[in-house]
């Protein structure tokens, strides 16, 4: 996998894990992910509900809840537009402190699943955005009120000049996902992290963000991590995209290899179960059996065991499956994929 020695690689996770200590025992909701994202490009992160897709959003940005334990390395190789000697990791930061403060909004910018983690609910939202662009962008508070009206213009808010000085308790579920974009997208990161951008969004405002996203690549090459549990929104956004399931990455690879070659059974029962116009009209949905085992006290074998067509007892119930290296750049974890150079990577 690329990394260190790639200068294309602006952030890495090797072995990351998120645990939550809870009453009955340990959550594994991340539990030993690696993936890489190149300078530029937009790593697709997809899977079904609860597979763990936030909680590796929130182990980046460090916004997890105190009883968060994370481990693992998240490696960051470039700050303020340069590149570091020593990467910074940032899984071994203070989540409350100066140095992950210095790497949120420019560096780092996310826009989170529920909005209302984005704002205090004790400050305008056009407060909020101003700060933001005047730390990362324009140090001048008219010109960075500027900047955010027109960019709250340009995510579909109307009126944004008014819009702009309410709180965000007094916008509506949909405003505030816009307006949140609008802060993250003012900041002009090198790195956005888009949690289920435009799932409260109507198809128009849904393009609309994905072209702003995409200004931003032309812009100042911008990389972007892309999480969404639909894989039409992948084939439009991503070049790189790695499946979860329970925690775990299943399949990572280019994006093309995932919808013509997919290896891992639990991505190709995701591609089977998109709902087509086809399979609409003969009313014929192939969902996937079963549901994502709760991440507590689970036996150590392949977490899609219980829901996969091709499960061996004796092979794929004694352990956790490795990742193996399906195709040059192509991984899978999966006892059913036969590795192309006999080569197994951890
Ligand atoms: N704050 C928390 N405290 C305890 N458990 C949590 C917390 N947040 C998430 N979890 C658990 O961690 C696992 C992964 O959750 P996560 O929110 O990352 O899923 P997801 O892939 O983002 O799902 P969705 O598609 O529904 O957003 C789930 O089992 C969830 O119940
Ligand atoms: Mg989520």
């Known amino acids: 996998m690329p990394g260190k020695d790639?200068?294309?690689?602006?952030?890495?996770?090797?072995?990351?894990?998120?645990?939550?200590?809870?009453?009955?025992?340990?959550?594994?909701?991340?539990?030993?992910?690696?993936?890489?994202?190149?300078?530029?490009?937009?790593?697709?992160?997809?899977?079904?509900?609860?597979?763990?897709?936030?909680?590796?959003?929130?182990?980046?940005?460090?916004?997890?809840?105190?009883?968060?334990?994370?481990?693992?390395?998240?490696?960051?190789?470039?700050?303020?537009?340069?590149?570091?000697?020593?990467?910074?990791?940032?899984?071994?930061?203070?989540?409350?402190?100066?140095?992950?403060?210095?790497?949120?909004?420019?560096?780092?910018?996310?826009?989170?699943?529920?909005?209302?983690?984005?704002?205090?609910?004790i400050h305008t939202v056009g407060n909020q955005i101003i700060e933001a662009i005047r730390l990362h962008v324009e140090p001048d508070e008219g010109k960075a009120r500027r900047i955010a009206i027109d960019t709250l213009g340009l995510v579909g808010i109307s009126s944004p000049e008014q819009r702009i000085d309410e709180y965000p308790h007094q916008l509506s579920g949909g405003m505030r996902q816009r307006a949140m974009i609008a802060m993250a997208l003012s900041c002009k990161p090198a790195i956005l992290i888009a949690d289920e951008p435009t799932t409260a969004l109507d198809v128009t405002v849904q393009a609309q963000v994905l072209d702003l996203i995409n200004k931003l690549k032309a812009e100042i090459n911008t990389s972007v991590i892309y999480i969404t549990h639909d894989l039409g929104v992948i084939a439009e956004t991503s070049d790189e995209v790695a499946v979860m399931y329970l925690g775990k990455v299943v399949e990572y690879c280019a994006v093309d290899a995932l919808f013509h070659d997919p290896r891992h059974p639990y991505t190709r029962a995701l591609l089977r179960s998109i709902p087509t116009a086809d399979k609409r009209r003969k009313g014929r949905f192939d969902s996937i059996r079963g549901t994502v085992p709760y991440p507590m006290n689970l036996p150590e074998r392949c977490g899609f065991f219980d829901r996969c067509d091709l499960a061996e007892e004796g092979l794929c119930g004694r352990s956790a499956a490795p990742m193996v290296e399906a195709a040059p750049g192509h991984f899978a974890r999966c006892f059913k994929v036969e590795p192309y150079a006999a080569k197994e990577v951890v």
Do not use: H, W
Not at 69 to 81: A, F, H, N, R, S
């Open 6 to 121: 790639d200068d294309s690689v602006i952030l890495e996770m090797r072995e990351t894990r998120v645990r939550f200590k809870m009453d009955a025992g340990l959550l594994k909701a991340v539990d030993g992910v690696s993936l890489s994202l190149r300078k530029g490009a937009t790593l697709g992160i997809v899977g079904e509900s609860g597979c763990g897709k936030s909680v590796t959003a929130g182990a980046v940005f460090r916004t997890l809840p105190s009883y968060a334990e994370v481990g693992g390395d998240i490696l960051l190789y470039e700050k303020d537009g340069k590149r570091l000697d020593e990467p910074i990791n940032i899984a071994k930061l203070n989540p409350t402190g100066p140095e992950i403060r210095g790497i949120r909004g420019g560096n780092i910018a996310m826009v989170f699943q529920e909005p209302m983690k984005a704002f205090s609910p």
